[in-house]
């Protein structure tokens, strides 16, 4: 059960897909003011790990057991 305080609701920037692996690119600002590289972060309620970082964007790397088990395998860019 998930119990950490949401700070922000960020927005899917990006959504590659490589075989088994997704990678999930998200824009936030509160969210990075604190981050590192290595950090785990909460995405839809599972917790994934922070995998790169620039100034309004955070991407976390999904393999296969995520995509299948939860709804993160079904995220797209918002709309501008």
Not at 5 to 16: P, Q
Not at 36 to 44: E, H, K, M, P, R
Not at 53 to 76: A, D, E, H, M
């Amino acid at each position: 059960m998930f119990t950490g305080i949401i700070e922000e609701l960020g927005k899917v920037k990006r959504v590659v897909r490589s075989g088994r692996v997704m990678l999930l690119e998200v824009a936030a600002q509160k969210t990075l003011q604190d981050a590192g590289l290595g950090d785990s972060i909460a995405v839809n309620g599972v917790c994934l790990t922070i995998t790169s970082l620039s100034v309004n964007t955070f991407s976390l790397k999904l393999s296969r057991k995520p995509l299948k088990k939860q709804i993160l395998g079904y995220l797209k860019p918002a709309k501008k």
